[in-house]
């Protein structure tokens, strides 16, 4: 492992938890066809565990999709988003939606590529509210403070990128706006932390070097940025919540730049970082506590997309599925039944699906 310079007693203490048996791999059992257009464009998904439902941000057909993780299958869609965009004769992703996808109570909300988010009743699939964040871009990824009842969304392709609070109350009142001047390429995946109550936001390249990142501390009571915990050689896209303090952190490193390819995991709360080697090219990443597992979605693995298994015990890298194509960047999972859901487009040769696995037994 590749270690910051963070103290390795600190690393091994919060990281590198008791224990030398590996996790059980990954193998897949189905997968789920989606209706309508072919899955070419797509974004952000999200599993509630409780009500056993995925959300899907399906672009090609201008809205969230939602599943059934009981039965793996669709159940039907939500939301009248402005869908693909196109720039010249390629996909403008700054520009389509929906990108982000945050379930709160009997509600999902959505960002769009016109710098809303859409508040969508499950029940009724109806959207309730729209609400901007006053941006020329997307409103791409988000996260939710249950606590204090506050909404994150990132505005990631504006420049320079900045977050928006929201109030989750029926006023949706907009309690703050952070703009981050010294982000260089964008904003990525904010995760929240209920053990300080903070949220935490990954940043790519501070001061136009890609090698430099940074997870943005992030206060949802006062709406202000607290600080910048580093994470250099990373390049941070996605992020997850882990067990403890520890966030997992997907790394668009995947050996260019002169940055081999790797994946995060930072403890917050003492700032100490490790690298896992041999993943990267990841966008989002989850975290599964039935399975202690980490999930990366790296479309930019040298050799090849995949999805990248990591033992969340360990920090050791467990498997590398091979997705054959679909640009895999979105994975979430069900807490439930430890079943992992990747979606798969119809591009280099992907099969346009989801892609069910399951711990091997």
């Not at 007693?9 to 072919?38: C, D, F, H, R, Y």
């Not at 249950?146 to 989750?168: C, E």
């Not at 975290?287 to 033992?311: E, F, K, L």
């Not at 119809?346 to 696995?357: K, L």
Request: glycine fraction near 12%; aromatic fraction near 6%.
């Amino acid at each position: 492992m590749i270690r910051s310079k963070a103290s390795l007693a600190a690393a091994t203490v919060s990281l590198l938890l008791a224990g030398t048996a590996m996790s059980a791999e990954l193998k897949q059992i189905a997968t789920i066809a989606i209706p309508g257009n072919p899955l070419k464009s797509f974004d952000i998904s999200q599993v509630d565990s409780k009500a056993r439902q995925m959300y899907f941000a399906d672009r090609d057909n201008a809205a969230i999709d939602i599943f059934d993780t009981k039965t793996n299958s669709f159940i039907g869609r939500a939301g009248k988003f402005v869908g693909v965009t196109m720039k010249g004769p390629k996909v403008d992703n700054d520009h389509s939606g929906p990108d982000g996808v945050q379930k709160i109570g009997g509600q999902v909300w959505g960002g769009d590529g016109n710098s809303t988010v859409q508040i969508i009743d499950v029940a009724s699939k109806a959207t309730v509210a729209t609400i901007s964040t006053g941006g020329t871009a997307r409103l791409d990824e988000m996260a939710y403070d249950p606590k204090d009842g506050v909404f994150i969304g990132v505005n990631n392709a504006d420049d320079p990128p900045f977050a928006t609070l929201i109030s989750t109350k029926p006023d949706h009142k907009i309690l703050g706006k952070i703009v981050f001047e010294n982000a260089t390429d964008g904003a990525e995946q904010p995760a929240y932390n209920p053990n300080d109550g903070m949220f935490y936001m990954s940043v790519p390249e501070l001061n136009k070097d890609p090698k430099k990142g940074a997870i943005a501390v992030i206060n949802p009571k006062t709406a202000k940025l607290v600080k910048m915990l580093p994470i250099d050689m990373c390049h941070p896209a996605g992020l997850a919540k882990g067990p403890g303090d520890n966030l997992v952190v997907g790394c668009g490193a995947n050996g260019k730049e002169g940055m081999p390819p790797v994946t995060g995991v930072i403890n917050v709360k003492t700032g100490a970082v490790v690298l896992v080697p041999e993943i990267g090219g990841a966008d989002m990443v989850n975290y599964n506590a039935h399975n202690n597992q980490y999930y990366t979605a790296s479309r930019g693995q040298p050799g090849g997309a995949v999805i990248g298994v990591i033992d969340a015990k360990t920090n050791k890298l467990v498997q590398k599925i091979d997705t054959h194509g679909g640009y895999p960047h979105s994975v979430t999972s069900d807490e439930a039944t430890g079943y992992v859901y990747v979606p798969v487009g119809t591009v280099d040769g992907g099969d346009g699906t989801i892609h069910v696995y399951a711990p091997a037994k």
